[in-house]
Protein backbone atom coordinates (compact mmCIF):
# COMPACT_ATOMS: atom_id res chain seq x y z
CA UNK A 1 0.00 0.00 0.00
CA UNK A 2 1.50 3.73 -0.85
CA UNK A 3 0.88 5.75 1.64
CA UNK A 4 1.88 9.83 1.70
CA UNK A 5 3.56 11.27 4.08
CA UNK A 6 3.45 15.55 2.97
CA UNK A 7 3.89 18.88 4.98
CA UNK A 8 7.58 17.82 6.56
CA UNK A 9 10.75 19.70 5.72
CA UNK A 10 13.07 16.64 4.36
CA UNK A 11 16.73 16.45 4.93
CA UNK A 12 17.34 13.93 2.80
CA UNK A 13 21.65 13.70 3.23
CA UNK A 14 21.87 12.99 -0.51
CA UNK A 15 24.43 15.24 -1.36
CA UNK A 16 27.18 16.60 0.34
CA UNK A 17 25.09 19.47 1.78
CA UNK A 18 21.96 18.47 4.07
CA UNK A 19 19.86 17.66 0.65
CA UNK A 20 16.95 20.26 2.64
CA UNK A 21 13.35 19.70 0.67
CA UNK A 22 10.94 22.52 1.54
CA UNK A 23 7.32 21.67 2.09
CA UNK A 24 8.18 18.27 1.28
CA UNK A 25 6.62 14.42 0.79
CA UNK A 26 7.77 10.90 0.55
CA UNK A 27 5.84 8.44 -0.66
CA UNK A 28 6.43 4.64 0.70
CA UNK A 29 5.52 1.63 -0.85
CA UNK A 30 5.41 -1.00 1.93
CA UNK A 31 9.56 -0.72 3.39
CA UNK A 32 10.61 0.78 0.45
CA UNK A 33 10.99 5.13 -0.45
CA UNK A 34 9.12 5.45 -4.00
CA UNK A 35 9.27 8.75 -4.16
CA UNK A 36 10.22 11.77 -2.94
CA UNK A 37 10.23 15.69 -3.28
CA UNK A 38 8.09 19.13 -3.01
CA UNK A 39 4.37 18.16 -2.58
CA UNK A 40 3.67 20.31 -5.50
CA UNK A 41 5.28 18.23 -7.61
CA UNK A 42 3.97 14.74 -6.61
CA UNK A 43 3.49 12.61 -9.95
CA UNK A 44 -0.23 12.10 -10.91
CA UNK A 45 0.28 8.48 -11.48
CA UNK A 46 0.76 8.06 -7.77
CA UNK A 47 -2.10 7.51 -5.85
CA UNK A 48 -1.54 7.44 -2.27
CA UNK A 49 -4.34 5.27 -0.18
CA UNK A 50 -3.21 7.09 3.23
CA UNK A 51 -1.79 10.45 3.85
CA UNK A 52 0.27 11.45 6.83
CA UNK A 53 0.41 15.29 7.72
CA UNK A 54 3.70 15.99 9.19
CA UNK A 55 2.73 19.09 10.59
CA UNK A 56 5.79 21.05 9.05
CA UNK A 57 8.14 18.94 10.81
CA UNK A 58 11.79 18.03 10.08
CA UNK A 59 11.91 14.15 8.74
CA UNK A 60 15.17 12.71 8.02
CA UNK A 61 16.89 9.05 7.81
CA UNK A 62 16.66 6.51 10.53
CA UNK A 63 19.26 6.86 12.97
CA UNK A 64 22.02 3.84 12.86
CA UNK A 65 23.76 3.53 15.97
CA UNK A 66 26.71 1.24 14.78
CA UNK A 67 28.23 -0.06 18.17
CA UNK A 68 27.11 -1.10 21.16
CA UNK A 69 27.21 -3.63 23.80
CA UNK A 70 23.77 -3.87 24.88
CA UNK A 71 23.35 -7.40 25.99
CA UNK A 72 25.18 -7.44 29.32
CA UNK A 73 23.95 -8.41 33.16
CA UNK A 74 24.39 -5.82 36.24
CA UNK A 75 26.46 -2.77 35.78
CA UNK A 76 29.60 -0.97 36.99
CA UNK A 77 27.94 2.40 38.93
CA UNK A 78 30.13 1.31 41.78
CA UNK A 79 32.94 0.79 40.09
CA UNK A 80 32.68 4.62 38.68
CA UNK A 81 32.13 5.55 41.98
CA UNK A 82 35.77 4.07 42.98
CA UNK A 83 37.09 5.01 40.17
CA UNK A 84 35.67 8.72 41.24
CA UNK A 85 37.41 8.92 44.63
CA UNK A 86 40.36 8.40 43.28
CA UNK A 87 40.86 4.19 42.75
CA UNK A 88 43.67 3.07 40.34
CA UNK A 89 42.42 0.37 37.69
CA UNK A 90 44.74 -2.23 39.38
CA UNK A 91 42.55 -1.41 42.60
CA UNK A 92 39.48 -1.86 41.06
CA UNK A 93 40.09 -4.85 39.23
CA UNK A 94 41.26 -6.42 42.66
CA UNK A 95 38.39 -5.52 44.38
CA UNK A 96 36.68 -7.83 41.40
CA UNK A 97 35.58 -4.96 39.09
CA UNK A 98 36.28 -4.33 35.51
CA UNK A 99 35.01 -6.19 32.66
CA UNK A 100 35.44 -9.17 34.63
CA UNK A 101 32.94 -8.27 36.78
CA UNK A 102 29.85 -7.78 34.03
CA UNK A 103 31.41 -11.22 32.84
CA UNK A 104 30.73 -12.84 36.06
CA UNK A 105 27.16 -11.23 36.08
CA UNK A 106 26.41 -11.68 32.53
CA UNK A 107 27.38 -15.34 33.56
CA UNK A 108 25.19 -15.68 36.06
CA UNK A 109 21.98 -13.91 34.54
CA UNK A 110 19.04 -15.99 32.69
CA UNK A 111 18.55 -15.39 28.84
CA UNK A 112 15.27 -14.06 29.73
CA UNK A 113 16.75 -11.49 32.33
CA UNK A 114 19.56 -10.32 29.84
CA UNK A 115 16.61 -10.06 27.42
CA UNK A 116 14.53 -7.61 30.14
CA UNK A 117 17.16 -5.84 30.59
CA UNK A 118 18.49 -5.17 27.21
CA UNK A 119 15.16 -4.68 25.92
CA UNK A 120 14.84 -1.32 27.89
CA UNK A 121 18.17 0.12 26.55
CA UNK A 122 17.13 -0.57 23.15
CA UNK A 123 13.75 0.86 23.83
CA UNK A 124 15.50 3.93 24.46
CA UNK A 125 17.49 4.49 22.07
CA UNK A 126 14.53 3.47 19.99
CA UNK A 127 12.80 6.46 20.88
CA UNK A 128 16.37 8.53 19.99
CA UNK A 129 15.09 7.93 16.46
CA UNK A 130 17.41 4.97 16.21
CA UNK A 131 15.97 2.55 13.09
CA UNK A 132 18.95 0.14 12.91
CA UNK A 133 21.21 -0.66 15.77
CA UNK A 134 24.54 -2.99 16.13
CA UNK A 135 24.83 -5.26 19.36
CA UNK A 136 27.94 -7.15 20.19
CA UNK A 137 28.40 -10.30 22.36
CA UNK A 138 31.98 -10.06 25.03
CA UNK A 139 30.19 -10.36 28.07
CA UNK A 140 30.20 -14.42 28.31
CA UNK A 141 33.28 -15.31 26.83
CA UNK A 142 32.36 -18.94 26.70
CA UNK A 143 30.23 -20.58 23.87
CA UNK A 144 27.37 -21.45 25.80
CA UNK A 145 27.24 -18.03 27.32
CA UNK A 146 28.52 -15.68 24.12
CA UNK A 147 25.47 -17.82 22.55
CA UNK A 148 22.82 -16.57 25.01
CA UNK A 149 23.84 -13.01 24.37
CA UNK A 150 23.44 -13.37 20.58
CA UNK A 151 20.57 -15.15 21.14
CA UNK A 152 19.38 -12.11 23.02
CA UNK A 153 19.94 -9.64 20.54
CA UNK A 154 18.55 -11.67 17.25
CA UNK A 155 15.53 -11.86 19.77
CA UNK A 156 15.55 -7.74 20.08
CA UNK A 157 15.64 -7.74 16.30
CA UNK A 158 12.28 -10.17 16.16
CA UNK A 159 10.03 -8.39 18.91
CA UNK A 160 10.72 -4.99 18.03
CA UNK A 161 10.56 -2.93 15.28
CA UNK A 162 14.43 -2.33 14.92
CA UNK A 163 16.51 -3.91 12.61
CA UNK A 164 19.31 -5.56 14.62
CA UNK A 165 22.96 -6.85 13.53
CA UNK A 166 24.85 -9.24 15.33
CA UNK A 167 29.09 -8.77 16.21
CA UNK A 168 30.74 -12.17 17.47
CA UNK A 169 32.94 -10.20 19.91
CA UNK A 170 34.40 -13.43 21.81
CA UNK A 171 38.14 -11.76 21.73
CA UNK A 172 37.07 -8.84 23.74
CA UNK A 173 39.27 -9.96 27.00
CA UNK A 174 40.57 -13.20 27.99
CA UNK A 175 38.19 -15.57 29.70
CA UNK A 176 39.31 -15.78 33.32
CA UNK A 177 39.20 -19.99 33.31
CA UNK A 178 41.73 -19.01 30.44
CA UNK A 179 44.48 -16.60 32.54
CA UNK A 180 47.91 -17.04 31.39
CA UNK A 181 46.79 -18.85 27.99
CA UNK A 182 45.74 -16.36 25.58
CA UNK A 183 46.58 -18.15 22.99
CA UNK A 184 44.61 -21.00 24.14
CA UNK A 185 41.64 -18.76 24.43
CA UNK A 186 42.08 -17.48 20.96
CA UNK A 187 41.93 -21.13 19.69
CA UNK A 188 38.75 -21.93 21.51
CA UNK A 189 37.07 -18.60 19.85
CA UNK A 190 38.07 -19.61 16.55
CA UNK A 191 36.61 -22.85 17.34
CA UNK A 192 32.93 -20.92 18.64
CA UNK A 193 32.79 -19.10 15.80
CA UNK A 194 31.56 -21.95 12.64
CA UNK A 195 29.32 -23.19 15.88
CA UNK A 196 27.38 -19.65 16.44
CA UNK A 197 27.61 -18.68 12.44
CA UNK A 198 25.86 -22.18 11.87
CA UNK A 199 23.04 -21.22 14.42
CA UNK A 200 22.47 -18.00 12.43
CA UNK A 201 23.77 -15.48 15.31
CA UNK A 202 26.71 -13.78 13.40
CA UNK A 203 26.45 -10.58 11.42
CA UNK A 204 30.17 -9.73 11.63
CA UNK A 205 33.26 -10.81 13.57
CA UNK A 206 34.77 -8.12 16.15
CA UNK A 207 37.85 -8.52 18.18
CA UNK A 208 39.95 -6.04 20.74
CA UNK A 209 43.60 -5.20 19.29
CA UNK A 210 45.16 -3.83 22.52
CA UNK A 211 47.88 -3.96 25.03
CA UNK A 212 45.00 -5.20 27.44
CA UNK A 213 43.07 -7.04 24.66
CA UNK A 214 44.52 -9.51 22.44
CA UNK A 215 47.67 -8.72 19.90
CA UNK A 216 47.69 -8.38 15.91
CA UNK A 217 48.69 -11.89 15.73
CA UNK A 218 46.13 -13.26 17.83
CA UNK A 219 43.26 -11.00 16.09
CA UNK A 220 44.81 -12.20 12.47
CA UNK A 221 44.05 -16.01 13.31
CA UNK A 222 40.16 -14.50 14.59
CA UNK A 223 40.09 -13.01 11.29
CA UNK A 224 40.83 -15.64 9.13
CA UNK A 225 37.95 -18.15 10.93
CA UNK A 226 35.89 -15.31 9.79
CA UNK A 227 36.61 -14.79 6.36
CA UNK A 228 36.68 -18.54 6.04
CA UNK A 229 33.00 -18.80 6.54
CA UNK A 230 32.38 -15.70 4.55
CA UNK A 231 31.88 -13.00 7.75
CA UNK A 232 32.91 -9.61 7.15
CA UNK A 233 35.69 -8.13 10.19
CA UNK A 234 35.61 -5.19 12.04
CA UNK A 235 38.01 -4.04 15.19
CA UNK A 236 38.45 -2.12 18.08
CA UNK A 237 41.27 -0.58 17.34
CA UNK A 238 44.10 1.85 18.47
CA UNK A 239 41.91 3.42 21.22
CA UNK A 240 44.62 3.07 24.31
CA UNK A 241 47.73 2.85 21.96
CA UNK A 242 48.74 2.21 18.20
CA UNK A 243 49.23 -1.31 17.74
CA UNK A 244 48.98 -1.50 14.24
CA UNK A 245 45.39 -2.67 14.47
CA UNK A 246 43.99 -0.06 11.78
CA UNK A 247 46.64 -1.57 9.02
CA UNK A 248 45.76 -4.88 9.84
CA UNK A 249 41.46 -4.70 9.87
CA UNK A 250 42.38 -2.80 6.50
CA UNK A 251 43.94 -5.92 5.22
CA UNK A 252 40.47 -7.90 5.85
CA UNK A 253 38.77 -5.31 4.64
CA UNK A 254 37.20 -4.93 7.59
CA UNK A 255 33.70 -3.14 7.33
CA UNK A 256 35.18 -0.33 10.12
CA UNK A 257 37.82 0.50 13.04
CA UNK A 258 36.35 2.02 15.85
CA UNK A 259 38.04 4.13 18.56
CA UNK A 260 41.53 5.48 16.95
CA UNK A 261 42.51 7.82 19.54
CA UNK A 262 46.13 7.08 18.39
CA UNK A 263 45.46 6.01 14.98
CA UNK A 264 48.79 7.05 12.69
CA UNK A 265 48.87 8.15 9.44
CA UNK A 266 49.94 4.71 8.18
CA UNK A 267 46.54 3.34 9.57
CA UNK A 268 44.36 6.57 7.60
CA UNK A 269 46.31 5.38 4.80
CA UNK A 270 45.90 1.65 5.17
CA UNK A 271 42.14 2.72 5.77
CA UNK A 272 41.34 5.02 2.58
CA UNK A 273 42.82 2.35 0.64
CA UNK A 274 40.28 -0.25 2.17
CA UNK A 275 37.11 1.84 2.34
CA UNK A 276 37.15 1.14 6.15
CA UNK A 277 35.33 3.44 8.20
CA UNK A 278 36.54 4.97 11.26
CA UNK A 279 33.84 4.61 13.75
CA UNK A 280 34.10 7.29 16.63
CA UNK A 281 33.48 6.81 19.71
CA UNK A 282 32.97 10.26 21.69
CA UNK A 283 31.01 9.21 24.91
CA UNK A 284 34.05 6.45 25.94
CA UNK A 285 36.36 9.42 25.39
CA UNK A 286 34.61 11.54 27.77
CA UNK A 287 33.97 9.29 30.52
CA UNK A 288 37.46 8.11 30.55
CA UNK A 289 38.56 11.68 30.46
CA UNK A 290 41.32 11.09 27.32
CA UNK A 291 42.68 13.90 26.28
CA UNK A 292 43.99 12.17 23.18
CA UNK A 293 41.56 12.33 20.04
CA UNK A 294 41.54 10.47 17.00
CA UNK A 295 42.86 12.92 14.23
CA UNK A 296 40.21 14.12 12.39
CA UNK A 297 41.82 16.21 10.37
CA UNK A 298 43.92 13.72 8.64
CA UNK A 299 40.73 11.47 8.10
CA UNK A 300 39.08 14.03 6.74
CA UNK A 301 41.76 15.08 4.52
CA UNK A 302 42.30 11.64 3.41
CA UNK A 303 38.61 10.77 2.53
CA UNK A 304 37.92 8.04 5.24
CA UNK A 305 34.56 8.14 5.95
CA UNK A 306 33.64 8.43 9.62
CA UNK A 307 30.84 7.26 11.79
CA UNK A 308 29.89 7.99 15.03
CA UNK A 309 28.32 5.58 17.88
CA UNK A 310 27.00 5.25 21.15
CA UNK A 311 29.44 2.46 22.18
CA UNK A 312 26.74 2.03 25.22
CA UNK A 313 28.77 -0.42 27.38
CA UNK A 314 28.36 -0.33 31.37
CA UNK A 315 31.88 0.03 31.55
CA UNK A 316 32.89 3.45 30.02
CA UNK A 317 29.70 4.73 27.83
CA UNK A 318 26.70 3.96 29.73
CA UNK A 319 24.55 6.17 27.94
CA UNK A 320 21.52 5.57 25.37
CA UNK A 321 21.23 8.69 23.22
CA UNK A 322 23.05 8.39 20.21
CA UNK A 323 22.33 12.22 19.60
CA UNK A 324 24.14 12.79 22.62
CA UNK A 325 26.93 10.96 21.53
CA UNK A 326 26.47 12.98 18.00
CA UNK A 327 26.87 16.16 20.46
CA UNK A 328 29.98 15.06 21.61
CA UNK A 329 31.92 14.06 18.56
CA UNK A 330 31.14 17.67 17.30
CA UNK A 331 32.39 19.67 20.53
CA UNK A 332 35.43 17.21 21.16
CA UNK A 333 36.29 16.17 18.19
CA UNK A 334 35.61 19.46 16.31
CA UNK A 335 33.39 17.08 13.75
CA UNK A 336 31.00 19.52 11.41
CA UNK A 337 27.46 19.14 12.35
CA UNK A 338 26.82 17.54 8.67
CA UNK A 339 29.52 15.31 9.49
CA UNK A 340 28.25 14.26 12.60
CA UNK A 341 24.42 13.57 11.32
CA UNK A 342 26.08 11.52 8.65
CA UNK A 343 27.79 9.75 11.36
CA UNK A 344 24.76 8.21 12.82
CA UNK A 345 22.93 7.76 9.51
CA UNK A 346 24.52 7.12 6.29
CA UNK A 347 28.13 6.48 7.27
CA UNK A 348 27.09 4.24 9.93
CA UNK A 349 24.99 2.29 8.20
CA UNK A 350 28.15 1.89 5.91
CA UNK A 351 30.32 0.82 9.15
CA UNK A 352 27.60 -2.00 9.08
CA UNK A 353 27.73 -3.19 5.32
CA UNK A 354 24.17 -2.20 4.99
CA UNK A 355 23.95 0.51 1.74
CA UNK A 356 20.24 0.50 1.93
CA UNK A 357 19.85 3.00 4.53
CA UNK A 358 21.05 6.36 6.27
CA UNK A 359 19.51 8.77 3.70
CA UNK A 360 16.08 9.63 2.19
CA UNK A 361 16.26 8.11 -1.72
CA UNK A 362 13.89 6.55 -3.88
CA UNK A 363 14.33 2.65 -3.60
CA UNK A 364 15.80 2.84 -0.11
CA UNK A 365 14.14 1.59 2.73
CA UNK A 366 11.35 3.67 4.04
CA UNK A 367 13.13 4.23 7.81
CA UNK A 368 12.96 7.94 8.87
CA UNK A 369 12.47 9.87 12.03
CA UNK A 370 10.44 13.32 12.45
CA UNK A 371 11.98 15.95 15.01
CA UNK A 372 10.26 19.21 16.55
CA UNK A 373 13.18 20.89 14.85
CA UNK A 374 13.81 23.52 12.01
CA UNK A 375 16.73 22.76 10.60
CA UNK A 376 19.03 19.32 11.25
CA UNK A 377 21.95 20.99 12.63
CA UNK A 378 20.11 21.12 15.74
CA UNK A 379 20.06 17.78 16.54
CA UNK A 380 23.43 18.22 17.56
CA UNK A 381 23.28 21.81 19.09
CA UNK A 382 20.43 20.70 21.58
CA UNK A 383 21.36 18.40 24.55
CA UNK A 384 19.17 17.08 27.53
CA UNK A 385 15.95 16.43 26.01
CA UNK A 386 14.68 14.13 23.08
CA UNK A 387 13.31 16.34 19.71
CA UNK A 388 12.10 12.66 18.01
CA UNK A 389 7.91 12.93 17.57
CA UNK A 390 7.77 10.15 15.26
CA UNK A 391 9.87 7.05 13.80
CA UNK A 392 9.05 5.30 10.72
CA UNK A 393 10.65 1.64 10.33
CA UNK A 394 10.01 0.12 7.27
CA UNK A 395 7.24 1.97 6.39
CA UNK A 396 5.13 1.78 9.46
CA UNK A 397 4.81 4.08 12.09
CA UNK A 398 6.42 2.88 15.05
CA UNK A 399 4.31 2.93 18.32
Known sequence: MQKLWRNARLATLAAEDWGLVEKGAVVTEGERIEWLGPLSALP??????????????????GLVDCHTHLVYGGDRAGEAEMRLNGASYEEIARAGGGIRSTVAATRAASEE???HSARQRAQALMAG??????????????????????????RLGRELALEVRTSFLGAHALAPEFEGRADDYIDAVCAWLP???????????????????????????????????????KLHAEQLSDQGGAQLAASFGALSADHLEHLSSEGIAAMQAAGTVAVLLPAAYY????????PIAELRAAGVPMAVASDHNPGTAPGLSLLL??????????????EAVGGITHQAARALGLADRGMLRPGLRADFALWELNHPNELVYWFGHNPCRLVVQGGRERG
Open 44 to 61: RELRPAQEIDLAGALLTP
Open 113 to 115: ALA
Open 129 to 154: GVTTLEIKSGYGLSLQDEAKCLRVAR
Open 195 to 233: ALHAQNLVDAVDAFCETIGFSSAQVARVFETARSLGLPV
Open 287 to 294: MLRETRQP
Open 325 to 338: AAHMACAFFRLTPR
